[in-house]
């Protein structure tokens, strides 16, 4: 025969080990519906009320290791700031399509662009930008190629690029391009033709 207190415990023990699963069950349910939904971009902003021109986006392509330009008419802010923001925020979108040739997760984000000196641009963005990088070296290349070639394409008197994440120095983007220092305008733009197919 079994003691009273051992079946009392037992029964207990059952309770809390069907209590727990039961708890179990509805947190993965609760996580697999969050993970169902499509993440937004965090930097949807309201269109420009600027004026209308065409501007050029220097699209990294990862299946030939190249660049190719595009041109598009874009309604952009009279602001210097802000038209580089909507250029590179332009850009990023690009990425982040489904048919993308240089896939970009969802969640990142071109936090600003900052004009720092006249002829120099900080370019902030998310860490989800960073982490979210296609892993090697080439296609961490092509983003810091296609972004500052974009931004120097629209504001030629832009001579120098950093790029800071979620607002501070970065050594690399995701491990392999350093990001740590200064970019000189003029030698991306040597890198970008040799990138370039027309």
């Known amino acids: 025969m079994i003691p009273r207190n051992l079946a009392v415990t037992v029964a207990i023990l059952c309770s809390l080990t069907l209590g727990m699963s039961l708890y179990l069950w509805e947190l993965r349910r609760r996580e697999a519906a969050t993970t169902q939904r499509e993440p937004l971009p965090q930097h949807v902003t309201a269109p ?14 990862d299946s030939s290791g190249d660049l190719h ?15 580089a923001q909507e250029i590179l925020r332009q850009l990023l979108t690009s990425y982040q399509a489904k048919a993308s040739p240089h896939p970009l997760t969802a969640n990142a ?47 030629p008197n832009i001579s120098a690029v950093k790029i800071l994440v979620d607002g501070k120095e970065r050594e690399t983007l995701a491990g ?10 003029a030698d991306i733009s040597q ?7 027309q």
Do not use: C, W
């Open 48 to 61: 420009a009320s600027g004026k209308t021109e065409s501007i050029t986006l220097v699209i990294a392509h």
């Open 69 to 83: 330009i595009q041109s598009l008419t874009l309604a952009v802010s009279g602001n210097q700031q802000e038209r």
């Open 109 to 155: 984000e071109i936090r600003n662009v900052y004009l720092v000196q006249p002829d120099m641009a900080v370019i902030d963005v998310n860490a989800a930008f960073a982490d979210g990088q296609t892993s090697g070296i080439l296609a961490e290349e092509l983003t810091v190629v296609s972004f500052i070639q974009t931004l120097s394409l629209n504001a």
């Open 176 to 185: 392999h391009v350093d990001t740590s220092g200064i970019y000189n305008a």
């Open 191 to 197: 890198i970008a033709s040799q990138l370039t197919t």
